[in-house]
């Protein structure tokens, strides 16, 4: 097997071996790690169909993760997708006629990013071996909502290792908040703060790129990781549903091995619709991916336009995993359309911290006409969760709903009858309020949970464990800061120790 090392986006790291990678979660000089080339595939689709969820994430992670074993990396997937998956198939796919949804909900947190955080802390603490760390790892993690919740089930009770959460004050559900305010586990910890997504993001890249905060707390037996999707060990575990899905269609008759498929992209930080871009660049065939926002559609404008802009107001959405402004993940692609160009995508990121917003050449903007952006209202969201109930008689949530009605707005504009994949985020447990007053408009509930029975009703499908445990679970976290008081926080919580 060829031998993959990872190399930082802005150019100052090469020659980094995957657990390295992982251990640091960003690149020392702020960019993000990539893999210095993408590993194609040896197998043919056909090879492939044989395998179940399991072997598929063998076969990929193998291919990138190559100074772990076979046995290391056998031994973490083994350990994430488990019976906590409440799906044998753990990422099933559902035909409705003409259009295909990828539950991608059936982990412990409901969210899609289950499908990286069950694997995540098991790579990591395999590196810290690997790598002779002696240092406690802390995992600091923004949280637009769902992956804090799922970075804290992943790493809760793992030994050497610390989780931080900062979620918005007021940017998540209420379900989402009560998932982690309700956390169990001696090294979690969960604050509130007082501004949007960004703000957290933001604010845990500073604390990264702070030299100073990581050297003092190297001294005290701490070393600074990441959860978010900006850790490369995030993004190769999410290409394979991308494959998973490809086999089911095939197996289902639904199309033959080598036909292009499309797949829609409920989209925030950029990190799932990169990982198909991964899985395209291996050999899958991917026709489009379609890049779907909700009216924070500052990705559409980027598509459309070729200029990043952030002056524009921050919305908060009934999607809010997607209220985000700085994709990170968009780095990432930048680099590999560029030619790998580390000077101009430093430039770029540079303008963008600067002035808040930089513009592409066009050549590079002609690299990524196979990614269709689309945005979609609000309005348009909850007619989807409604459209979608009464022709499929299937409730999706109001990320999924985003993908979906973005692709009704791709489909009347282009003729395409390509297969088509919706990615589905998230359960509609965790959004009962937003899901049922689209679909009965007279909806006022005391709380979310409220609803529960009723979704459980009208969806005819068993309510989750989680959600029904969370209703009477007692809250463990209720710190909360300022925007510019992150810092502190952590230096206190690490203190206390
Ligand atoms: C995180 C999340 C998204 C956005 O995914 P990115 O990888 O950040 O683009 C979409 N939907 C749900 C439910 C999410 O939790």
Redesign the pocket.
Known sequence: MKNILYESTRGGESGVNASTAILNGLAHDGGLYVPHEIPVLDKTLDELSNMDYKQIANYIMQKFLTDFTASEINECIVKAYDDKFDSNLIAPLISKSDIHFLELFHGPTL???DMALTILPHLMKIATHKNGVKEKIVILTAT????GKAALEGFADIEGIEIIVFYPQDGVSEIQKKQMTTQTGQNTHVIAIKGNFDDAQNGVKAIYNDKEFNENLFSNGYKLSSAN?INIGRLIPQIVYYFSSYIQLCNRKTIKPGENINFVV????????LAGFYAKEMGLPINHLICASNENNILYDFFKTGTYDINRKFLTTI?P??D?LI?SNLERLIYITSGRNSGLTNSYMNNLKRLGCYTLSNDIKEKMLFIHAQYVTEEETMAAIKGVHSKYDYII?P?TAVAYAAYIKYKAKNVDDTATVILS??SPYKFPKDVLSSINKNIIPNSEFDLIEELSNISNTIVPESIKELMHKPINHNLFCDKLEMKKVVETILKGN
């Not at 637009?144 to 992956?147: M, N, V």
């Open positions: 969210a899609f990013k637009s909502g769902d992956t999707s409920p989209t925030g930080n950029f990190g799932n619709i999607s995993s997607m985000i994709s949530d990320h985020t998230a």
